[in-house]
């Protein structure tokens, strides 16, 4: 079934611990997203990449990284989790504008203590 | 900065009821989305709206957009507890049509 996966699908990690969550998608789009969706505010964009290769910031970029060394995969890296990380993340693809409608992976819980 | 404002926050309704659930924009957004979320689930999508006019609709669920007014709707029609859910809308701005800037949602729950 084509789409986006993500994982893992939970995760309890102690702070100051480093850490991927993983994204990869077969429709291949080329504009790949990650969010963080907290209670009360919605979803919030990390970073974002446009093609392979080129990455951007988004609204919340500290204390995360991205890298985007093929069209399929957008991994996202907590280099020292702190708790106010403690969110849903989910990814995201889509084509180039104008076709730009964003399909969402189903997310990762994530939880620092 | 695009910002979008969505209300209400909270819509409780009755089945066969109708309602509206607005969404303001702050600056020229060049497409409005419609998202749904289910409890503890993705997000999945409803409308694209590409243009000043635009109206879609799909089952008992109707996007309209008025980017004079920077404005869109999404309007309920007769509701059944299966449109029970999260409801968020989401621009683009101007010049970062790859990027999206959320609603804080509306959260939606038909009792019978």
């Known amino acids: 079934i084509a789409g986006i996966t993500q994982a893992p699908t939970s995760q309890i990690l102690a702070a100051g611990r480093r850490m991927t969550l993983r994204c990869t998608q077969d429709m291949r789009h ?34 995360y990284s991205v890298s985007r060394a093929n069209t399929d995969d957008f991994p996202l890296t907590l280099a020292s989790a702190v708790p106010s990380q403690t969110s849903v993340y989910f990814c995201a693809s889509s084509d180039l504008p104008p076709h730009n409608e964003q399909f969402f992976g189903p997310g990762t819980r994530l939880t620092v203590l | 900065e695009l910002k979008v404002e969505q209300n209400p926050l909270f819509l409780s309704m009755q089945e066969g009821k109708n309602y509206t659930i607005y969404c ?19 997000l999945e999508s ?44 989401a621009g683009t701005g101007t010049g970062t049509a790859s990027k999206l800037t959320f609603g804080t949602g509306t959260r939606l729950q038909v009792t019978l």
């Open chain 1, 30 to 63: 080329n504009a790949m997203y990650w969010y963080r969706q907290d209670l009360g505010l919605g979803l919030r964009l990390i970073h974002y990449s446009n093609t392979a290769g080129t990455t951007g910031k988004g609204e919340v970029p500290d204390g």
């Open chain 2, 24 to 42: 303001n924009y702050s600056t020229t957004s060049d497409r409005l989305y419609w998202y749904r979320q289910d409890p503890g689930k993705s």
């Open chain 2, 46 to 89: 409803l409308f694209v709206l590409l243009s000043n006019g635009a109206v879609k609709q799909e089952g008992r669920l109707m996007a309209s957009l008025d980017t004079k007014a920077r404005l869109s709707t999404l309007h309920i029609t007769a509701a059944v507890h299966d449109l029970s859910a999260t409801y968020f809308c």
